[in-house]
């Protein structure tokens, strides 16, 4: 998959693009839905922003991302998307009024042969516009416009809010319902204190800066190992919360992978949350942490031995 980050100063190669747009926060089955319908003769693309316009436009807000930039990237390629427009949103874009986005960006810029997007899509100068503009600036400008209709499944809308909500209330997997997938966190194992080393449980730390955050407590979770020479597919059990045994209360996710040796320090992971065990529990002392950990990974691995 190809990667560009602006709109101008393309090559002819990754011009006449099919492209799907919108953030695609999640990519869930309402996003995929989208995508597919973007599918033609034409290479699939996809225009997404970086960072979300909600970061731009409430910055003091809580975080609310399902998948940071990386996750999303490796989401979309699995979906055989061959050109991934990631574009800047800066004061430059946001201030665009509908006309000149739809002419520079799509148009000129990009050159796109079709756009579809979803029948609840924005955009231009304080989100002026929506689909029915879309469709009439297509006309103007030379590409087609495909409006998907949104989904539901078992009457209850597949959005990015509606999958928080369950993976607040430690639904992962009515999450995966609406995601088509696992809920995954990505990126870098990060050196921490080595507590679980020490208690015979060596985790790896993931920072979970910027995502929203499901329920805190434990989960059973399938881990992939993307970089280094222990890449690959393993079982595991993950602690996501604030440690309150040892008095921090910085969120992050620990994961220990079973059946695991090796230094995983700087490689890449995605952890996925297949079930929610129980929340964060604050013992009187490491034996009944130890205890408790030991019947988390029996139960996580009864659970994962018949996903």
């Not at 009439?136 to 909500?165: C, F």
């Not at 080595?194 to 920072?207: V, W």
């Not at 434990?218 to 190992?225: E, N, Q, S, W």
Request: with cysteine; glycine share 12%; aromatic share 8%.
């Amino acid at each position: 998959m190809q990667s560009y980050t602006h709109w101008t100063g393309l090559g002819a190669e990754a011009r006449g693009a099919s492209v799907a747009m919108g953030n695609f926060d999640g990519v869930h089955l309402g996003h995929q839905s989208v995508i597919d319908l973007a599918r033609t003769e034409a290479p699939l693309g996809i225009i997404t922003f970086e960072p979300h316009p909600r970061e731009v436009f409430a910055p003091d807000a809580p975080a609310f991302r399902l998948m940071n930039a990386e996750a999303r990237s490796h989401r979309l390629e699995k979906l055989g998307v061959e050109r991934l427009f990631e574009l800047p949103f800066n004061k430059e874009l946001a201030g665009m009024e509908p006309e000149a986005f739809a002419r520079e960006v799509l148009a000129e810029g990009l050159g796109v042969s079709h756009v579809t997007v979803g029948g609840d899509f924005r955009f231009g100068k304080r989100r002026a516009a929506g689909t029915a503009e879309l469709i009439e600036l297509g006309h103007r400008y030379g590409y087609e416009v495909t409006v998907a209709p949104l989904l539901h499944i078992d009457g209850v809308e597949v959005s990015s809010t509606n999958i928080r909500r369950a993976l607040s209330e430690g639904r992962p997997e009515d999450a995966a319902k609406m995601l088509g997938h696992l809920h995954r966190i990505e990126g870098a194992v990060l050196h921490g204190d080595k507590r679980g080393k020490g208690l015979g449980f060596p985790t790896a730390n993931m920072s979970v800066s910027g995502l929203h955050l499901p329920k805190l407590g434990v989960y059973a979770v399938k881990v992939d190992v993307l970089t280094g020479p222990q890449a690959g597919s393993y079982h595991g059990a993950a602690s996501l919360g604030v440690r309150p045994m040892f008095g921090e209360n910085t969120p992050n996710l620990e994961t220990f992978i079973f059946d695991f040796d090796g230094d995983l320090y700087d490689q890449h992971l995605s952890v996925a949350l297949v079930a929610y065990l129980r929340p964060e529990m604050k013992f009187d002392g490491l034996e009944g942490l130890m205890k408790q950990m030991a019947q988390d990974c029996d139960q996580a691995r009864k659970i994962l031995a018949n996903v």
